[in-house]
């Protein structure tokens, strides 16, 4: 497993996929960086999200066995439609946060994602799918695409494979973004549209 340091060293992974496990009480998600041939590597952290629970929140392990946790997000306000999602280390320290945008997302998906050095805006990249998945309960494939708000240039993209699973491809093409707000920030994706 890929070594995910305790403290609030900033850390950058390219490219990733997470597939969602799903269990009767809780939600887990397997998080594997991508080998240089595209094909799937090492497991770089779970992710487990409590169902039902009063404040939204995912905490990432760096084992299966979740013996050491490593990152996590949670809401800064309970039951509030544009909750800030604040994204700490192991230590609880800040590596950043991200909130939907609530009426932009009425009819296409968005998210405000900031962390230290970056600042981008996320939407569903297709706005017939956005509006299709409002309508039928259907495991379609979606796409977000974040853009540093001042270049306009692409920081991530989380794509979702068609599936009965949840299965997505991260794409992290800027260096300034962390890897765990990146893996928070893909992981709330698949959390927060599931409402």
């Not at 800064?76 to 700490?88: F, G, K, N």
């Amino acid at each position: 497993m890929t070594h995910i340091p305790q403290g609030g060293a900033p850390q950058h992974l390219e490219r990733f996929f997470i597939k969602q496990r799903v269990t009767m009480m809780v939600n887990r998600f397997e998080i594997r960086e991508a080998n240089p041939d595209g094909s799937e590597g090492r497991v770089v952290a779970m992710a487990q999200q409590k169902r039902m629970a009063f404040k939204e929140q995912v905490t990432f392990y760096a084992d299966e066995a979740r013996t050491r946790a490593v990152f996590s997000f949670k809401a800064r306000q309970a039951l509030e439609l544009a909750a800030v999602y604040e994204v700490t280390d192991g230590s609880g320290q800040s590596v950043g946060w991200f909130k939907k945008d609530f009426g932009a997302s009425l009819l296409r998906s968005s998210f405000h994602l900031v962390g230290p050095a970056i600042e981008a805006y996320g939407q569903e990249r297709n706005r017939m799918v956005a509006i299709l998945r409002r309508f039928v309960d259907l495991p379609l494939a979606f796409h977000f695409d974040f853009t540093d708000k001042q270049s306009g240039a692409v920081v991530m993209s989380s794509e979702r494979q068609f599936s009965l699973r949840d299965r997505y491809t991260v794409t992290v093409p800027d260096h300034r973004l962390d890897f765990r707000l990146a893996a928070a920030m893909a992981v709330g994706l698949d959390v927060l549209l599931q409402r």
